[in-house]
């Protein structure tokens, strides 16, 4: 498969944030892979197991072009080094249906006040680009579909205010002090390590562990999935775009299928009976999200290339080392 590289501008130095997460994770592997190097700011929340944080960053240590700092952004992005070009910040408090009751401090402290302090800090550093991980969860319940950038925005869950207040800071950030910051309003992503809150990786291993999937609501909510390689295929877009300083793009898998539609290819994948329990609609979802991609594919070069089958495929294939 013919991905997009970030070779004009070889051996670049970037600053990954997140870079032990999901998302993170693969970028920073990715440049490294590239020829970059690679600076990788992670705290280590315990949101999740932080044994896979540790295993990725571990994976990512081999390799002499990638150095950790663990630290809280809040606390200590003032002092993170000068000379980065692109940074790739990644990093926040995720998930939607969580965000709820005290949590929404997590979601407060990683999320907002996290990226204003790295902004401030880009403001004496001056990297060349300043690309934020957004979401699709800033647009909400929205009736119009699929959703483009200049609709208004009205998240439905205290997660997706977060990532929104964090997009305005970019692009005031960049209105004022000229931060080239660039928002992707990433549409709900999988693939090998996803995090294991998400639906994907609960439906995979709960099929394997012959457990009860649970699907939320009637299971016809629908999802853009999009592809990890995507992501990260649009991230180098990004930074080497020259229009893109203060933009926002949609960046969606270019598929759009229900909860229960995805069971049925888990089923053809995997060849498994799936025991299904139905628990009640969550706080915050979306009932659809649907990315129109017009945007990124005129001033990104941004095409999606994984199709929602062969994605799943390989992310079957990495719990079992098979597939059927
Ligand atoms: C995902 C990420 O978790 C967010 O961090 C991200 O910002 C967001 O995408 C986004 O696109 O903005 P979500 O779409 O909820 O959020 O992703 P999944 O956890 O994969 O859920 C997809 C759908 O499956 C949802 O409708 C959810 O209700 C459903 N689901 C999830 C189930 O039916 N059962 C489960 O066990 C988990």
């Known amino acids: 498969m013919h991905r997009m590289t ?7 130095l970037c600053l990954v944030t997140g870079a032990a997460g999901f998302i993170g994770y693969h970028l920073a592997k990715r440049l490294i892979r590239e020829g970059h190097r690679v600076i990788g700011v992670d705290c280590f929340t315990d949101y999740y197991d932080i044994e896979i944080k540790k295993r990725n960053v571990a994976e990512l240590l081999c390799n002499p072009n990638f150095t950790l700092h663990r630290e809280d952004l809040v606390e200590s992005a003032d002092s993170l080094p000068g000379g980065v070009r692109w940074v790739f910040h990644q990093a926040a408090q995720a998930g939607v249906r969580a965000s709820w009751g005290r949590e ?6 990683n999320n907002i006040l996290a990226t204003q302090r790295l902004l401030e800090w880009a403001r004496r550093s001056k990297p ?21 950038e200049d609709d208004l925005p009205l998240p439905v869950s205290p997660y997706g205010v977060s990532k929104l207040a964090a997009e305005h800071l970019c692009n005031l950030y960049h209105h004022n002090f000229g931060i080239p910051a660039v928002s992707l309003r990433y549409f709900t992503v999988y693939g090998p390590g996803q995090r294991p809150d998400m639906a994907f990786h609960r439906f995979i291993r709960a099929i394997l562990d012959e457990k009860e999937v ?3 609501g009637t299971g016809e909510q629908t999802r853009d999935f999009t592809y990890v390689d995507d992501i990260i295929d649009a991230n180098l ?23 229960n539609g995805v069971l049925e290819i888990l089923h053809d994948l995997m060849g498994k009976d799936i025991k299904i329990r139905r628990e009640s609609v969550q706080a915050g979802d ?39």
Do not use: W
């Open 237 to 259: 877009a990004a930074v080497q775009a020259e229009r893109a300083a203060g933009r926002v793009y949609n960046i969606g898998g270019g598929s759009t299928i229900s909860v």
């Open 6 to 12: 970030a070779e004009k501008s070889a051996n670049c």
């Open 286 to 324: 979306p009932p659809h999200t649907y990315a129109d991609t017009s945007r990124a594919r005129e001033e990104l070069g941004f095409l999606p290339r994984t199709d929602l089958r062969e994605g799943l495929a390989a992310m079957v294939k990495s719990f079992t080392g098979r597939i059927r």
């Open 128 to 148: 060349e680009r300043f690309i934020y991980a957004s979401s699709s969860s800033v647009y909400g319940a929205a009736e119009k579909l699929p959703m483009a």
């Open 104 to 109: 929404f401090a997590q979601y407060t402290h």
């Open 214 to 216: 649970v699907v939320y």
